[in-house]
């Protein structure tokens, strides 16, 4: 007898197959829960409520903005699809909100979109997608997944400008199996064409930008809102201890920063280097950047090991370039030895790691760039 199997993977009807759909309120989320309700499927959308809106920052370049849920809300009914809103702003501040926080007072860079998948998104919502017993959640991240065997391989999206795999390496084996991502073939202007199509009024809404609790980009101002006392001046030094000048906190700085150094030199100076238990900024030469080995904690696999004995590819930040890499793992120590050149590789960022094969870049998990 020959099995037949609907668009996501499962063997049985469109109709008989329950699913929800994240709904931001942007074109992505909307036109996935669009495909889905014109192919049949039982779709319930679910908007999540992640913080509480200011003028502020309902007026930036977003996600989850006060905006984005009315805009949910009005696609859900345009479609004729049932929708709730999830209150998940207590969470969100511990989850994401803080460890952002507390990230840039130790001198990193970090990545709240990752946290926000692994601790709300990807782990409340998921949960609250099994309470219902539906069959899958349903995302409009660009990723590419690949259903064999009742298991599901992550891959770069067809879009590589839109490729978001990269804030998607802590999801796990359990998790990846139970998502899917329909919008991995498509190019962003096919994802509106279809948005049109449709008929959504968010078919021409602009893509959000910005972090969506930090308005305009303006991720001090939110420091200062929940952490008043880190603003602590201290020295601006160079790689061999000698004082330059002074900063007035680390948290205004980044590694591979340039503007706001304040420091006249022959040649431009860049941040190297960020010492949180000193309180120092270490600048230098942009060739002092360079790194070609990387430490590495909290690692993510969605392969076996096998895979790691050969070269593998990483990207070091979302968008960087993928570079070819060797992983070392001893004794439950991580780290990575870069093939080829990088600048301004951060702690804090995320270290994906990726392997080609017949069907494209495949996910093979990633870990957190550490000192």
Same mark, same amino acid.
């Given at each position: 007898?020959?099995?037949?199997?609907?668009?996501?993977?499962?063997?049985?009807?469109?109709?008989?197959?329950?699913?929800?759909?994240?709904?931001?309120?942007?074109?992505?989320?909307?036109?996935?829960?669009?495909?889905?309700?014109?192919?049949?499927?039982?779709?319930?959308?679910?908007?999540?409520?992640?913080?509480?809106?200011?003028?502020?920052?309902?007026?930036?370049?977003?996600?989850?903005?006060?905006?984005?849920?009315?805009?949910?809300?009005?696609?859900?009914?345009?479609?004729?699809?049932?929708?709730?809103?999830?209150?998940?702003?207590?969470? #969100? @501040?511990? *989850?994401? &909100?803080? !460890?952002?926080?507390?990230?840039? =007072?130790?001198?990193?860079?970090? +990545?709240?979109?990752?946290?926000?998948?692994?601790?709300?998104?990807?782990?409340?919502?998921?949960?609250?997608?099994?309470?219902?017993?539906?069959?899958?959640?349903?995302?409009?991240?660009?990723?590419?997944?690949?259903?064999?065997?009742?298991?599901?391989?992550?891959?770069?999206?067809?879009?590589?400008?839109?490729?978001?795999?990269?804030?998607?390496?802590?999801?796990?084996?359990?998790?990846?199996?139970?998502?899917?991502?329909?919008?991995?073939?498509?190019?962003?202007?096919?994802?509106?064409?279809?948005?049109?199509?449709?008929?959504?009024?968010?078919?021409?809404?602009?893509?959000?930008?910005?972090?969506?609790?930090?308005?305009?980009?303006?991720?001090?101002?939110?420091?200062?809102?929940?952490?008043?006392?880190? #603003? @602590?001046? *201290?020295? &601006?030094? !160079?790689?061999?201890?000698?004082? =330059?000048?002074?900063?007035?906190? +680390?948290?205004?700085?980044?590694?591979?920063?340039?503007?706001?150094?304040?420091?006249?030199?022959?040649?431009?100076?860049?941040?190297?280097?960020?010492?949180?238990?000193?309180?120092?900024?270490?600048?230098?030469?942009?060739?002092?950047?360079?790194?070609?080995?990387?430490?590495?904690?909290?690692?993510?696999?969605?392969?076996?090991?096998?895979?790691?004995?050969?070269?593998?590819?990483?990207?070091?930040?979302?968008?960087?370039?993928?570079?070819?890499?060797?992983?070392?793992?001893?004794?439950?120590?991580?780290?990575?030895?870069?093939?080829?050149?990088?600048?301004?590789?951060?702690?804090?960022?995320?270290?994906?790691?990726?392997?080609?094969?017949?069907?494209?870049?495949?996910?093979?998990?990633?870990?957190?760039?550490? @000192?």
């Amino acid at each position: 007898m020959k099995h037949i199997f609907n668009s996501l993977g499962f063997e049985k009807r469109p109709k008989d197959t329950t699913i929800v759909v994240a709904m931001s309120g942007g074109v992505d989320s909307s036109t996935v829960a669009g495909m889905m309700k014109k192919e049949g499927y039982n779709v319930i959308g679910i908007t999540l409520k992640l913080y509480d809106n200011s003028k502020e920052v309902s007026a930036s370049k977003t996600c989850c903005s006060g905006q984005d849920i009315f805009d949910a809300k009005r696609v859900a009914n345009k479609l004729d699809i049932e929708h709730k809103i999830l209150y998940y702003q207590n969470k #969100f @501040k511990e *989850g994401v &909100i803080d !460890n952002f926080v507390d990230s840039y =007072l130790k001198g990193e860079t970090p +990545i709240p979109c990752v946290q926000c998948n692994k601790t709300v998104k990807f782990n409340d919502l998921f949960q609250e997608t099994l309470n219902i017993k539906a069959d899958a959640l349903v995302t409009g991240h660009y990723v590419k997944s690949i259903t064999k065997n009742n298991q599901t391989e992550m891959y770069r999206a067809i879009d590589t400008n839109r490729d978001q795999s990269y804030f998607l390496f802590n999801t796990t084996r359990h998790q990846l199996n139970f998502l899917r991502f329909p919008l991995g073939n498509l190019l962003k202007k096919e994802t509106r064409e279809i948005a049109k199509e449709l008929q959504l009024n968010v078919a021409d809404k602009p893509d959000s930008q910005d972090i969506c609790f930090v308005p305009n980009g303006d991720y001090v101002s939110v420091i200062q809102k929940f952490r008043p006392d880190a #603003f @602590k001046r *201290g020295n &601006i030094k !160079n790689s061999e201890g000698k004082v =330059l000048g002074v900063h007035d906190g +680390i948290v205004n700085f980044t590694i591979g920063q340039r503007r706001g150094i304040r420091i006249a030199a022959k040649e431009p100076l860049y941040v190297i280097d960020i010492n949180s238990e000193k309180n120092e900024i270490i600048v230098g030469e942009k060739k002092e950047l360079i790194k070609k080995n990387i430490n590495l904690k909290n690692l993510n696999f969605l392969a076996e090991e096998k895979y790691f004995d050969e070269d593998i590819f990483v990207k070091v930040r979302s968008t960087g370039k993928l570079l070819k890499s060797k992983l070392n793992l001893n004794n439950g120590s991580s780290s990575l030895t870069l093939l080829e050149d990088e600048y301004g590789i951060s702690p804090g960022q995320a270290c994906v790691f990726y392997k080609k094969d017949k069907e494209g870049d495949r996910v093979l998990g990633g870990g957190w760039i550490t @000192k």
